[in-house]
């Protein structure tokens, strides 16, 4: 049966999607953030053409048994670097002794790879989806410079305990900035996101990321990785194409993560999946403990294989390979792993 340029998509066609790009070319260097705080509105591309274009040409067809390669692309190299990438702040000390950590937070209309030959017409923060992993400790003060270099007037919501000044409703037009300052509390898994209607466009065009608040009293030492699921949706009509752990199809099935045998191992997991009402993880040949939020580092866990999140929900997963090799994880929607989110763990003595 011949293609139909006219026939709409379905979400098991993802890699139909073609390198080429009628989507349009934005640009796909990452800009230092810094330099974008003295840049007016109308040095951020519109993405409208971009969001509206017509489909691209089909390419190639996502099945059973399909090979993602083991190519290093950009998109693969930001998934891995997003594992391990915790952003404690530029670090100082108040008067009154309170620890001060500041970031900079810059939305960008940007275009990034989350498969190979695949682009995502995104908004993001700092230019990665997700944004980066913001982490500090209970009682630190926040400090947080966004700068709106998006065409779009965009926010900061966290998770947490904070005035309701500080709570990323009101909109920060393109070519303006804002400072939310909060102490942080309580210590666990939290998340931030854009909350600027609509929420559902501005979410899952990328506007998101984790925000780790670690306990006074130090967890326990372990091998530390940071994961966010997310759906990309390509065609505009509501339902995602490509669902991802960090932004990139595949990413860690092409790339097992290393750990070795004995070790704890700690993930940081959030949900930040548009359009779809939850997602999931499964690990295969072994159990986890999962502290839902992770507030209270002695609470007592859920020890199971298999957990649900809905969109904003998050929770910390603590597991030892008890012996060497390849540990599959993925969504336990089977749609969802045969569209981009599965992967392995890798263990070595």
Known sequence: MENDPKRLVTRRQVL????????????TTMLNPATWFAKPASAANNHEGHSAAPQQKQHQMMA?????????TSGLREAIKALTAFNYGKVST????????EYELVAMDTEVEIAKGIKFPGWA??????GPTIRCTEGDIVRVKFWNGSTHPHSIHFHG?????????????????FIYEFEAKPAGMHVYHCHIPPLAKHI????YGNFIIDP??????????????????????????????NGYAFAFQAFPIQVKVGELVRVYLSNLTEFDLINSFHLHANIFHYYEVGADPEARPVITDTIMQCQGQRGIL???????????FHAHQSEFAELGWMGFFEAKA
Do not use: C, Q
Not at 125 to 130: A, E, F, R, V
Not at 165 to 174: I, N, Y
């Open 318 to 328: 603590e597991m030892v390979f008890p012996e060497p090799g390849k540990y599959m």
């Open 216 to 245: 006074k009293k130090p967890r326990k030492p372990a091998k530390e990785f940071n994961m966010v699921m997310n759906g990309f949706d390509l065609d505009l009509d509501g339902a995602n194409e490509v669902y991802t752990v």
């Open 64 to 72: 059973h048994g399909y090979d993602p390669g083991t190519e290093l």
């Open 16 to 27: 139909k999607w073609g390198a080429a790009g009628t989507l349009g070319i934005l640009g």
């Open 204 to 207: 899952h065009k990328g506007l």
């Open 94 to 101: 108040r008067p009154d002794g309170k620890t001060v950590r």
């Open 161 to 177: 305990i904070h005035s309701p000044k500080m709570d990323g409703l009101e909109p920060v037009l393109p070519g303006t900035e």
């Open 125 to 130: 923060y700092n230019g990665t989806i997700p």
